[in-house]
């Protein structure tokens, strides 16, 4: 594959999200089938998540799922509920479908940090809203 096909795939992905994401190295765990799993929180959006995973955790797409970041030495938490959106190598996407008001109040504070742009969230916190 040549560079310029590799960076209109990845712009391409890019235009396709309409939530902006931070990269954040976080302690989670992502329970799948049942089974929950250490990971490493590799970036977060209103939307969802990217983690990464040991090699064999089992995680195909659409299996529901649900992910608990630690935030401030584990006395913050925030857990979505979701679904496997893609996974490839150690790395899985995770869709949230639900999350609580409280949980939701510490995501929009993280991102408002992290993004330096409140206008920036408020359009996706309406965005989300009427999805």
């Known amino acids: 594959m040549n560079?310029?096909?590799?960076?209109?795939?990845?712009?391409?992905?890019?235009?396709?999200?309409?939530?902006?994401?931070?990269?954040l190295?976080?302690?989670?765990?992502?329970?799948?089938?049942?089974?929950?799993?250490?990971?490493?929180?590799?970036?977060?959006?209103?939307?969802?998540?990217?983690?990464r995973v040991p090699a064999k955790l089992r995680a195909d797409a659409g299996q529901e799922c649900t992910l608990t970041i630690q935030l401030d030495l584990g006395?913050?938490?925030?857990?979505?509920?979701?679904?496997?959106?893609?996974r490839a190598d150690r790395t899985v996407g995770v869709r949230c479908t639900d999350i609580d008001l409280d949980c939701l109040a510490h995501l929009r504070r993280l991102l408002e940090v992290n993004l330096g742009d409140d206008r920036l969230l408020r359009?996706?916190?309406?965005?989300?809203i009427t999805i």
């Open 75 to 86: 006395a913050v938490l925030i857990r979505m509920r979701g679904a496997v959106a893609h």
């Open 3 to 23: 560079w310029r096909l590799a960076v209109s795939i990845v712009l391409a992905k890019e235009e396709r999200r309409n939530f902006s994401r931070i990269a």
């Open 25 to 51: 190295d976080r302690l989670a765990s992502l329970e799948v089938g049942g089974v929950s799993t250490a990971c490493e929180l590799v970036d977060i959006s209103l939307r969802g998540a990217l983690v």
């Open 123 to 128: 359009r996706e916190l309406a965005a989300l």
